[in-house]
């Protein structure tokens, strides 16, 4: 969960997405 979160977090695309995974 966290690596997802960093790789998301490393794309602007998948911005919002890694917000939301950080949230849940």
């Given at each position: 969960m966290k690596a997802?979160?960093?790789?998301a977090?490393?794309?602007p695309f998948h911005n919002?997405?890694?917000y939301q995974?950080?949230?849940a």
């Open positions: 997802c979160g960093v790789i977090e490393y794309n919002g997405h890694a995974l950080a949230q």
